[in-house]
């Protein structure tokens, strides 16, 4: 699909070929407005129909009570990190 072809054409062809957008791209998503927002969702469900409907979030949920069982001087930057993610899912 060439470049002047409308975006969101442009992006349900890179997700049927599994191809990433670039920032333009997702930028561009971003500002749809109006009947385009029905391209959006379409979009939106296309990608839900191929990874699935669960999402995982990480977060530091308890960190004022003390009970946090990461050690959150790893991310502060205190002492070294061994493990870049928080592993509590919400």
């Given at each position: 699909m060439?470049?002047?072809?409308?975006?969101?054409?442009r992006i349900?062809?890179?997700?049927?070929k599994?191809?990433?957008?670039?920032?333009?791209?997702?930028?561009?998503?971003?500002?749809?407005?109006?009947?385009?927002?029905f391209?959006?969702?379409?979009?939106?469900?296309?990608?839900?129909?191929?990874?699935?409907n669960?999402?995982?979030?990480?977060?530091?949920?308890k960190?004022?009570?003390?009970?946090?069982?990461?050690?959150?001087?790893?991310?502060?930057?205190?002492?070294?990190?061994?493990?870049?993610?928080?592993?509590?899912?919400l």
């Amino acid at each position: 699909m060439n470049e002047t072809a409308p975006l969101t054409l442009r992006i349900k062809d890179k997700l049927n070929k599994g191809l990433p957008l670039n920032e333009e791209e997702v930028m561009g998503l971003a500002a749809l407005k109006g009947p385009d927002l029905f391209d959006l969702f379409s979009i939106a469900n296309r990608l839900r129909a191929k990874l699935g409907n669960t999402v995982e979030f990480c977060a530091i949920t308890k960190a004022k009570s003390g009970s946090c069982p990461e050690d959150c001087r790893e991310k502060s930057g205190k002492r070294p990190a061994d493990d870049t993610g928080c592993g509590t899912k919400l």
